[in-house]
């Protein structure tokens, strides 16, 4: 949302769904603190030390895990947050949108969600009526469904071109392949490529049987620190243009 001031545009981040009350100190998270430290943004620290969370706060959150329990943790217990999948499908990153439990959230899949925003907005604002179209291709019901739907849009030309295809002519510039928009789609494409390569590897030790278990999952996580490292902050404001010191 926005407003203006003196006539100055001003920015209001307006969307308090998941706000948590952290008065009486912060939650602990149910990841250990290696994956921890991968989910935040670059210059964060997964070690600082946090305020042991009130007994509401752990009977809530044991109850959430486990159905029909209201007891709280032993004295000692780490409070485990859940980690479950919420949000509004067309702005999550693609990991999050797959069949199965959501992966651990990672500082890349913000970035991923902020391309999203921005493609949303060059898609369907309308600059001279002031009013939105969304892209019908995303407003589905289902959150993997609408995963397919942003995977195609993602990896197919021709599907690109058709989410873009009401664009306001104050944004066709974005719809150039040398723009930062398109060059940020590219970017994300060839992250979602190579999670075909981790599907194969998983789909060629499930019918060949050619590898142990730890074989497959250290190829695993190699091919996801490619990702990993395919969507970097500096490599975001790169292409941007944009200073990583902002």
Known sequence: MWFIKDGQVIGVLCDW??????????????LPAEAVGASLPPGTSAGEKMAKPSNEQQSQTNAEQVP?????????????KPRYRTGTGPF??????????????????DLESF??????????YDPTNKIFRPIKQWQLESLVAIGKAKHWFLTNEVE????FSSAHEEFKPLLAPESFLMQLRWMFRIVEREMG???????????????????VEAEVREAEKKRDEGVTYSEFMSILGASEDM
């Not at 981790?198 to 789909?203: A, T, V």
């Open 197 to 215: 390569a981790i599907e194969d590897i998983r789909s060629s030790a499930k019918y060949r049987r050619l590898r142990s278990p730890e074989d």
């Open 92 to 109: 999550m990153a693609l990991d999050l949108l797959r069949e199965g439990n959501p992966p651990i959230h990672k500082y890349r899949h």
């Open 68 to 80: 029909g329990s209201t007891s709280a943790p032993l004295e000692g217990d780490h409070m485990q």
């Open 160 to 163: 690109n071109e058709a989410v």
């Open 115 to 124: 391309f999203y925003l921005y493609a949303y907005a060059a898609a369907g």
């Open 17 to 30: 769904d998941l706000a948590e009350d952290h008065s009486n100190g912060d939650v602990r998270s149910i």
